[in-house]
Structure formats: structure tokens, C-alpha cells
T-cell receptor, first 114, second 109 residues
């Protein structure tokens, strides 16, 4: 039972480079989201999706793109990396947005932009 | 919008009881969650409250008062492994969870 799988776990980028953080879940969850976590800031929502083909912005969407072509996958793209995007990124999923459904987190991706 | 406040740090003694408070301001309140996060790891689900009152689950309990915009997480019989960050998160409607900044709990011998 893989749950929510994120890759890569660690990545160092140069300013201006682009990359994609991958997120896949095997629980047939409709609801997926991306958060970033910075020291002293808690988890902040970047983008989320309530189902294949549907995405929406969260609190801090600038500099990131997402797509949801399948139920299983929800990649996060950094268009032109900046040092301010150095952070830990967590992908999360749940059966539906209905309150009470447990939200499962991936193990996190540590990104450093130099 | 939502405003979620919780203490930044707390220290407690092994075997003791500790209460971590969380206050929030939100419209369309649809539940409050508590997560535990050890350093370098992902958050893991602890509890969910949507109605007023106390939810007990083993050594952990969570309380909610919707009229006061207040919740607490109670940890009993503290163990060293309980040293972690505890995240309060609020659900507004069917939008994703909004998290507080977390409370870092240190359990000392």
C-alpha cells in the first residue's frame, strides 16, 4: 500500500531553472493538494484539485503551476525557480473534500534553490 | 479568511499532562483537525472535531468550542516520543485545510 508518493525527496536547483515535483496516490482519492512548509510559517496551500481536470489556487500560488490529467497524479511545476521557493513541499490527498475524511500526506520533498 | 493561533513552543515533563490551545476565526466553519509532525517527517492525523465537546482517543483528547472559536489538544502520560510539532488546522466549507503555525512540544525527563 504505497499511499501518497512524492518524488524527488531532495533537490537542489539553480535560480531560473524549472522542475516538476511529482505526486501520485493509489487510493483513488479525488481530492489532492500541495502545501509548502517554511520555518515558523506552518503549512501554506499552493494549489489544490477536487478531481481530474479541475484545479484551483491556494494561498501562495505564484511561481507554481499544476495540472490534474488523471485521478492518480498531481504534479507541481516550478516555472523559474527562485531562492524564495526553498522550502519543504508536501502533497496531500483525501477521498473527497467532505469534512472528516482523513487527509494523507506524502513524505515531503526538500527543495533548495541557490 | 481564517486566522489560527497556537503557542509557538511548549515544554513538559515525561509522565505529565500537557494542553495545547488553538484559537481560530473563520466563516463557514466545517471542522477542526489536529496533526502531529515529527522533525523531518510528514504530518500524521490525530483527531477531528466538528461538534462541541471532547473527543478521546487513547492518551490524546481534543476539545472544541465553536462559539468561542477554541480548541485544545490534551496529551496525557507524556512520553519522550511525543516530542514533536502539533498542528491545528481548520476546514472552511469544502476548501482545503488551513493550518496554524504549529506548536513545538519538547518532552523532558
Amino acid at each position: 500500500n504505497a499511499g501518497v508518493t512524492q518524488t524527488p525527496k531532495f533537490q537542489v536547483l539553480k535560480t531560473g531553472q524549472s522542475m516538476t515535483l511529482q505526486c501520485a496516490q493509489d487510493m483513488n482519492h479525488e481530492y489532492m493538494s500541495w502545501y509548502r512548509q517554511d520555518p515558523g510559517m506552518g503549512l501554506r496551500l499552493i494549489h489544490y484539485s477536487v478531481g481530474a481536470g479541475i484545479t484551483d489556487q491556494g494561498e501562495v500560488p505564484n511561481g507554481y503551476n499544476v495540472s490534474r490529467s488523471t485521478t492518480e497524479d498531481f504534479p507541481l511545476r516550478l516555472l523559474s525557480a527562485a531562492p524564495s521557493q526553498t522550502s519543504v513541499y508536501f502533497c496531500a490527498s483525501s477521498v473527497s473534500p467532505t469534512p472528516g475524511n482523513t487527509i494523507y500526506f506524502g513524505e515531503g520533498s526538500w527543495l533548495t534553490v541557490v | 479568511g481564517q486566522n489560527i493561533d497556537q503557542p509557538t513552543e511548549m515544554t513538559a515533563t515525561e509522565g505529565a499532562i500537557v494542553q495545547i490551545n488553538c484559537t481560530y476565526q473563520t466563516s463557514g466553519f466545517n471542522g477542526l483537525f489536529w496533526y502531529q509532525q515529527h522533525a523531518g517527517e510528514a504530518p500524521t492525523f490525530l483527531s477531528y472535531n466538528v461538534l462541541d465537546g471532547l473527543e478521546e482517543k487513547g492518551r490524546f483528547s481534543s476539545f472544541l468550542s465553536r462559539s468561542k472559536g477554541y480548541s485544545y489538544l490534551l496529551l496525557k502520560e507524556l512520553q519522550m516520543k511525543d516530542s514533536a510539532s502539533y498542528l491545528c488546522a481548520v476546514k472552511q466549507g469544502n476548501t482545503p485545510l488551513v493550518f496554524g503555525k504549529g506548536t513545538r512540544l519538547s518532552v523532558i525527563a
